[in-house]
């Protein structure tokens, strides 16, 4: 999904770093994150453009939070954000544990003219404490393996491409 000479945005979670590794052989990217996990992963590749939201460190974790970190997502328009969340649900929508970590991915969706949500199996049917977006906000669903058919019917009458393993 990520092409050579995107800008794109990671956020702060597991999962963008498994991401940052496997795009390491893309050409001219341009990547604004709040992880400092990514900032360390991708501080070798060449020809990359590398930006730091900056913010307030989140104690316990290498993530930047804040008023600080949201004001320079909100300043940068990308192809593409890519995030992850502690739950996807139905009714609720993508859900984080808190809204530290959500309100920054929230505006990484809002500046990407493609919005993209990576989340593993365990994260379908749980909804954590705070509201990341709606289904409305999200454009592709890539996951670990095939959704529950009521899963993919909800993606279908959402407009959401869903991309897992063995998808054709």
Same mark, same amino acid.
């Given at each position: 999904?990520?092409?050579?000479?995107?800008?794109i945005?990671?956020?702060?979670?597991?999962?963008?770093i498994?991401?940052?590794?496997?795009?390491?052989?893309?050409?001219?990217?341009?990547v604004l994150?709040?992880?400092?996990?990514?900032?360390?992963?991708?501080?070798?590749?060449?020809d990359?453009?590398?930006?730091?939201?900056?913010?307030?460190?989140?104690?316990?974790?290498?993530?930047?939070?804040?008023?600080?970190?949201?004001?320079?997502f909100?300043?940068?328009?990308?192809?593409?954000?890519?995030?992850?969340?502690?739950?996807?649900d139905? $009714?609720?929508?993508?859900? !984080?544990?808190?809204?530290?970590? &959500? @309100? *920054?991915? #929230?505006?990484? +969706?809002?500046?990407?003219?493609?919005?993209?949500?990576?989340?593993?199996?365990?994260?379908?049917?749980?909804?954590?404490?705070?509201?990341?977006? $709606?289904?409305?906000?999200i !454009?592709?669903?890539?996951?670990? &393996? @095939? *959704?529950? #058919?009521?899963? +993919?019917?909800?993606?279908?009458e959402?407009?959401?491409?869903c991309?897992?393993?063995?998808?054709?």
């Amino acid at each position: 999904l990520i092409e050579d000479g995107d800008h794109i945005t990671l956020d702060a979670s597991t999962t963008a770093i498994f991401i940052a590794k496997a795009i390491k052989q893309k050409q001219r990217l341009t990547v604004l994150t709040n992880s400092i996990e990514v900032i360390i992963e991708l501080s070798d590749v060449s020809d990359w453009n590398i930006i730091s939201s900056g913010g307030k460190l989140k104690e316990g974790y290498l993530a930047l939070v804040g008023t600080n970190a949201i004001d320079v997502f909100s300043s940068y328009n990308v192809e593409k954000a890519i995030i992850s969340g502690k739950g996807i649900d139905m $009714d609720k929508g993508l859900t !984080d544990s808190s809204e530290e970590f &959500a @309100k *920054p991915k #929230e505006i990484m +969706l809002r500046s990407a003219q493609k919005k993209i949500v990576a989340v593993d199996q365990s994260k379908f049917d749980v909804v954590a404490f705070s509201k990341i977006a $709606d289904f409305r906000n999200i !454009d592709i669903v890539v996951t670990d &393996a @095939k *959704p529950s #058919e009521d899963w +993919l019917d909800l993606f279908e009458e959402k407009g959401i491409k869903c991309l897992y393993p063995d998808h054709e």
